[in-house]
């Protein structure tokens, strides 16, 4: 068998993005017939709608938007979405807004969609587009506090290498739309939320911050983040959650609060929408194939590390894989950036770190960010080999630098997709040719 590693990374990498773009999933999710609406195999009457609406934010939110109009044509009576994305559409208006630091476009989008929903009344059906990024593209800062307080948050905590979890239940215990509060604002109209899962588990109250999601965290929780990281915040957004912690606020919504009983929930398309098509690609060639997981996650440069040893090992013993195979992976790694960093993000520093340490011939690794843009780099990601690092010191300067992106660029090994319209997290492969 001819075996060209490094076309098959990328053809198995395409075809997991692919697989994840909303025009596809929501087309086959997605229906309407007479007055039934059917959304991930459940109906949903029409009779007795009187308006339905479209809301939402996050990566994937304006592609959604235009899937569903497709779908839906003229039962949508108006609706706003918030995107980092911009999108041709007719009856959901899309806001463009910044991504992963909110702005001030996507702070007052954010707000016409509470006024949407302020006048939904019981007779009105909400499809609510959850996507990831919508944590940065769904912005309402929690009065006081203002939106330069917040971005200042947000870059704070997404540089100390907290977890998803973490850094989701410090916004949304300083949000006036995360955490359920768009759920509250809906109410008492039937809620529908049309997610695409960017998280480990699908755990809707951590995808964009969980808007319509009922919410476990606490104003203790956030204040614990701020202090296992020890982190420096502004002065309102400390006060903020230590009167929250106090007691003198109210906590956002659990799971027993009456604002969520006509709320519905679907997962349309997650990690394992991207990594099990990936696999498939690959069997299309006839290798053997291993989905490994699709809850990959810590330290970037740590997991590339177990993702070479698992081509070292495939090649040596045909554990777990015989060659020639393609060994899949999703998940969420993350990056602690330490001072002044260049560019890349997770998937450049999986990237780069796996050249570091491969020293056999015959193993590619790929990993991109399904969204198309890896951190703070236009590019996806990588596909490296052996072969990719010709100055070991100049890539582990670059690595620590938190320069994985400007050092894989060079070398020709970055993957460039442009911003998809889609975000279900991180994939990667390991081709194993011989």
């Known amino acids: 068998m001819t075996l060209n590693p490094h076309l098959l990374a990328r053809d198995c990498l395409r075809a997991g993005i692919d697989a994840a773009r909303p025009e596809r999933v929501v087309a086959g999710a997605v229906s309407v017939d007479g007055d039934c609406l059917t959304v991930d195999g459940t109906e949903y009457d029409l009779a007795g709608v009187d308006d339905l609406l479209v809301v939402g934010g996050g990566n994937a939110a304006g592609t959604v938007a235009v899937a569903l109009e497709s779908a839906l044509g003229d039962h949508i009576d108006a609706g706003l979405v918030v995107t980092d994305v911009p999108a041709d559409t007719d009856r959901i208006e899309t806001v463009e807004g910044s991504h992963p630091i909110p702005d001030a476009a996507a702070v007052e989008g954010t707000r016409r969609i509470r006024r949407l929903l302020d006048d939904a009344g019981e007779r009105t059906l909400v499809l609510a587009v959850v ?55 809906a109410s008492p109209a039937r809620t529908v939320v049309l997610a ?36 420096s915040v502004p002065a309102a957004v400390a006060e903020r959650l230590d009167r929250g912690d106090t007691g ?12 969520f009983d006509p709320v519905d929930e679907h997962v ?14 690959a069997a299309e060639t006839g290798v053997g194939t291993l989905l490994l997981s699709t809850r990959v996650r810590g330290d970037a440069s740590e997991a590339a590390k177990t993702h070479v040893a698992i081509g070292e090992e495939a090649i040596d013993t045909g554990n777990p894989v015989a060659p020639p195979a393609v060994v899949v992976s999703a998940g ?8 002044d960093a260049g560019t890349g993000g997770p998937n450049h520093e999986f990237a780069l770190s796996a050249a570091l340490e491969l020293d056999v011939g015959g193993v590619v690794v790929g990993a991109v960010d399904t969204d198309g843009i890896d951190g703070n780099a236009p590019t996806a990601g990588a596909v490296v080999d052996a072969d990719t690092v010709s100055d070991p010191l100049a890539a582990r300067r670059a690595l620590d630098g938190h320069d994985a992106a400007g050092y894989l660029a060079d070398s020709g090994a970055t993957v460039d997709t442009g911003p998809t319209g889609t975000n279900v997290n991180d994939l990667r492969v390991v081709v194993i040719a011989d």
């Open 196 to 231: 695409f899962s960017d998280v480990v588990g699908d755990d809707l109250a951590v995808v964009a911050s969980g808007p319509f999601t009922s919410d476990e965290t606490t104003f203790a929780d956030a204040r614990s983040v701020l202090d296992r990281y020890d982190l």
């Open 332 to 339: 969420e790694t993350t990056v602690t950036r330490r001072g």
């Open 131 to 185: 996507t990831g990024g919508g944590s940065a593209l769904l912005p309402a800062p929690a009065d006081p506090l203002t939106l330069p307080e917040l971005r200042e948050t947000t870059e704070r905590l997404l540089a100390c290498g907290a977890t998803i979890d973490e850094i989701n239940a410090v916004r949304k215990h300083l949000s006036a739309s995360k955490g359920g509060r768009l759920a509250e604002a």
């Open 248 to 259: 003198a606020l109210l906590e956002t919504p659990g799971p027993d609060a009456a604002t």
């Open 268 to 281: 349309l398309a997650n990690a394992h929408t991207a990594a099990r098509a990936a696999v498939d690609r």
